[in-house]
């Protein structure tokens, strides 16, 4: 069983920069791919930004150079830099994490951004 926890979510002015993170952790788990998923209210939930094991990345066409993903693998974490927020970008931000045998969920962090 792996656990997911994610935090640094807030409300943030538009123009604004937040950071989240992702741990997970557990025993006896392979750390394959972690990703960022958001679902705005009455919405479906979306693909953000995934990196895989390997260090590639991917973004959602709608926050490629404002949004950058990475991780630190000894600490089985990873990391959302959010730059130049929009109120578009107002969602609950989940993490998924892809372990050898399948991928698990966090609670997910809401970020506001609002004046």
């Known amino acids: 069983q792996v656990h997911v926890a994610e935090s640094g979510g807030g409300l943030v002015q538009p123009g604004g920069s937040l950071r989240l993170s992702c741990t997970a952790s557990g025993s006896n788990f392979r750390l394959k791919g972690m990703a960022w998923f958001r679902q705005a209210l009455g919405k479906e939930r979306e693909l953000v930004a995934l990196?895989?094991?390997?260090?590639?990345?991917n973004y959602a066409d709608s926050v490629k150079g404002r949004f950058a993903i990475s991780r630190d693998n000894a600490k089985n974490t990873a990391y959302l830099q959010m730059n130049g927020l929009k109120p578009e970008d107002t969602a609950v931000y989940y993490c998924?994490?892809?372990?050898?045998?399948?991928?698990?969920w966090g609670q997910g962090t809401q970020v506001t951004v609002s004046s």
């Open positions: 990196i895989a094991g390997g260090g590639s990345t």
């Open positions: 998924n994490v892809v372990v050898s045998g399948g991928d698990y």
